[in-house]
């Protein structure tokens, strides 16, 4: 049963600080370093055995890497895991040669390996980075940290915090199980975990001050777990949404964080000198659980009004997309449990489970689904036929919104993760800016694995 066994195992846990985010080194060269290793780490707390897990820099999340727009990435990786991996930066326009994806963009790095990765950085915002080889495995292992791209003029804030979410499958001992790739995970709903964390750790507490503004850049970095938050006693305004900033507006009931995505709020804390408001996580029905809770101090308040400045961000220098001339495509999903798989494939337990356009790749023979020319609109229905979520994420190029379910959006809307609800349709439409070829596929990383994965080439 979700989350019961989180339950017994935070019974005990210490009252956790907010786990601190680690800095990251330099090389000589003033490139960031980063290597990945096994390491062991306290995710339960008090009481309980530190975890086996695969980290960045020895810690998960990894370091968060912070940069300026404009500014360029340089980061000196080495692996030293027991096999091969990559790493993509999910949600930057980078140059294709930088992407990330084994067979398709860069050879993998093999164990003791290195490769050196270095980009401009176009976009200002919240993104986030994980390995794209054994992905589903490699992720749920602790993989995964938050890469922030500063603006050049950021809103004023008191306090700028980074709450990266996890989940893992652990056990009594707070062991990670070993079942990646189990059969049940791919046909449902992926690895869904039983310890939700928040940078690494149960976190019973967050401190905050009576009047102070946060921004908070919230990162989905689960296989498969969707987050849909509501933050009692507070009214967040959302500033962006996988980094692309959108006009700011009140969360509508809750905050979904589908895995992949990413939401900029900015909190007014609106509370009074020693009181508590939790933050809940009700997306599943009938597993509603505390994600933390919010601990005002006993300082007298910051400020008596909530500070009277702008929290609209600057937009991203994205390409518009030329509707009228666009090429349209559908991206129609099908398979799953209580679905089935098209053209007479048959559902084995090594897969596959799912199928975009009748095709299922398992393993690396990915021939492109779509093919367009460089600087061509591409305006992209998908069509989820099956019972269950998929947060479809495109890499390379950041997507206006335009249609869910038939509607037009509310507001302007960019994104890298689009999540579709189970037979919802969204449209969607980009320019192809840049030539290579770009991975379409479900951010349930055991779906993508079991065949929801496409490759869109530009030539
Ligand atoms: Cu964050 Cu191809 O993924
Ligand atoms: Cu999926």
Same mark, same amino acid.
């Given at each position: 049963? /979700? *989350?019961?066994?989180?339950?017994?195992?935070?019974?005990?846990?210490?009252?956790?600080?907010?786990?601190?985010?680690?800095?990251?080194?330099?090389?000589?060269?003033?490139?960031?370093?980063?290597?990945?290793?096994?390491?062991?780490?306290?995710?339960?707390?008090?009481?309980?055995?530190?975890? !086996?897990?695969?980290?960045?820099?020895?810690?998960?999340?990894?370091?968060?890497?912070?940069?300026?727009?404009?500014?360029?990435?340089?980061?000196?990786?080495?692996?030293?895991? &027991?096999?091969?991996?990559? /790493? +993509?930066?999910?949600?930057?326009?980078?140059?294709?040669?930088?992407?990330?994806?084994?067979?398709?963009?860069?050879?993998?790095?093999?164990?003791?390996?290195? $490769?050196?990765?270095?980009?401009?950085?176009?976009?200002?915002?919240?993104?986030?980075?994980?390995?794209?080889?054994?992905?589903?495995?490699?992720?749920?292992?602790?993989?995964?940290?938050?890469?922030?791209?500063?603006?050049? %003029?950021?809103?004023?804030?008191?306090?700028?915090?980074?709450?990266?979410?996890?989940?893992?499958?652990?056990?009594?001992?707070?062991?990670?199980?070993?079942?990646?790739?189990?059969?049940?995970?791919?046909?449902?709903?992926?690895?869904?975990?039983?310890?939700?964390?928040?940078?690494?750790? /149960?976190?019973?507490?967050?401190?905050?001050?009576?009047?102070?503004?946060?921004?908070?850049?919230?990162?989905?970095?689960?296989?498969?777990?969707? $987050?849909? *938050?509501?933050?009692?006693? +507070?009214? #967040?305004?959302?500033?962006?949404?996988?980094?692309?900033?959108?006009? #700011? +507006?009140?969360?509508?009931?809750?905050?979904?964080?589908? #895995?992949?995505?990413?939401? !900029?709020?900015?909190?007014?804390?609106?509370?009074? =000198?020693?009181?508590? $408001?939790?933050?809940?996580?009700?997306?599943?029905?009938?597993?509603?659980?505390?994600?933390?809770?919010?601990?005002?101090?006993?300082?007298?308040?910051?400020?008596?009004? =909530?500070?009277?400045?702008?929290?609209?961000?600057?937009?991203?220098?994205?390409?518009?997309?030329?509707?009228?001339?666009?090429?349209?495509?559908?991206?129609? /999903?099908?398979?799953?449990?209580?679905?089935?798989? #098209?053209?007479?494939?048959?559902?084995?337990?090594?897969?596959? $489970?799912?199928?975009? @356009?009748?095709?299922?790749?398992?393993?690396?023979?990915?021939?492109?689904?779509?093919?367009?020319?460089?600087?061509?609109?591409?305006?992209?229905?998908?069509? @989820?036929?099956?019972?269950?979520?998929?947060?479809? +994420?495109?890499?390379?190029? &950041?997507?206006?919104?335009?249609?869910?379910?038939?509607?037009?959006?509310?507001?302007?809307?960019?994104?890298?993760? %689009?999540?579709?609800?189970?037979?919802?349709?969204? %449209?969607?439409?980009?320019?192809?800016?840049?030539?290579?070829?770009?991975?379409?596929?479900?951010?349930?990383?055991?779906?993508?694995?079991?065949?929801?994965?496409?490759?869109?080439?530009?030539?």
């Amino acid at each position: 049963m /979700i *989350l019961t066994r989180r339950r017994l195992l935070a019974g005990t846990a210490a009252l956790g600080a907010c786990a601190a985010l680690p800095r990251t080194a330099r090389a000589a060269d003033g490139a960031v370093t980063l290597a990945a290793a096994p390491a062991r780490r306290a995710l339960v707390g008090k009481g309980y055995p530190e975890t !086996d897990v695969w980290a960045y820099g020895g810690t998960v999340p990894g370091p968060a890497l912070r940069f300026r727009q404009g500014d360029a990435a340089r980061i000196a990786f080495t692996n030293d895991l &027991p096999e091969p991996t990559t /790493i +993509h930066w999910h949600g930057l326009r980078v140059p294709n040669a930088m992407d990330g994806v084994p067979h398709l963009s860069q050879t993998v790095v093999p164990p003791g390996g290195a $490769f050196h990765y270095e980009f401009a950085l176009k976009d200002a915002g919240t993104f986030w980075y994980h390995p794209h080889a054994n992905s589903a495995q490699q992720l749920a292992r602790g993989l995964s940290g938050a890469f922030v791209v500063e603006e050049r %003029e950021p809103p004023r804030v008191d306090r700028d915090l980074l709450w990266v979410l996890g989940d893992w499958r652990l056990d009594k001992q707070a062991r990670l199980t070993d079942d990646f790739g189990h059969p049940m995970d791919g046909s449902h709903a992926g690895r869904l975990g039983n310890t939700p964390t928040l940078n690494g750790a /149960i976190v019973e507490e967050v401190a905050v001050r009576a009047g102070e503004r946060l921004r908070l850049r919230l990162v989905n970095t689960a296989n498969a777990r969707v $987050f849909g *938050l509501d933050f009692q006693g +507070h009214a #967040p305004q959302v500033i962006a949404l996988d980094g692309q900033p959108v006009e #700011p +507006h009140p969360v509508a009931g809750r905050l979904v964080l589908a #895995p992949g995505q990413r939401a !900029d709020l900015i909190v007014d804390m609106a509370g009074k =000198p020693g009181e508590r $408001f939790d933050v809940v996580d009700s997306f599943y029905p009938r597993q509603t659980y505390r994600l933390t809770r919010l601990a005002y101090g006993a300082e007298a308040p910051l400020r008596d009004s =909530p500070l009277d400045a702008p929290v609209r961000l600057t937009p991203n220098p994205l390409p518009a997309p030329d509707l009228a001339a666009a090429v349209r495509q559908d991206v129609v /999903i099908e398979g799953g449990a209580m679905g089935r798989l #098209p053209n007479g494939m048959r559902m084995t337990p090594e897969g596959p $489970f799912w199928a975009l @356009n009748g095709e299922a790749p398992m393993g690396h023979d990915l021939k492109p689904l779509i093919t367009v020319k460089r600087g061509q609109t591409v305006a992209m229905q998908f069509v @989820n036929d099956t019972a269950w979520w998929h947060p479809m +994420h495109l890499h390379g190029f &950041p997507f206006q919104v335009l249609k869910r379910n038939g509607a037009p959006v509310a507001r302007a809307e960019w994104r890298d993760t %689009e999540l579709l609800p189970p037979q919802g349709t969204a %449209e969607i439409a980009f320019v192809a800016e840049e030539a290579g070829d770009w991975m379409l596929h479900c951010h349930v990383l055991e779906h993508q694995e079991a065949g929801m994965m496409a490759v869109l080439r530009v030539s």
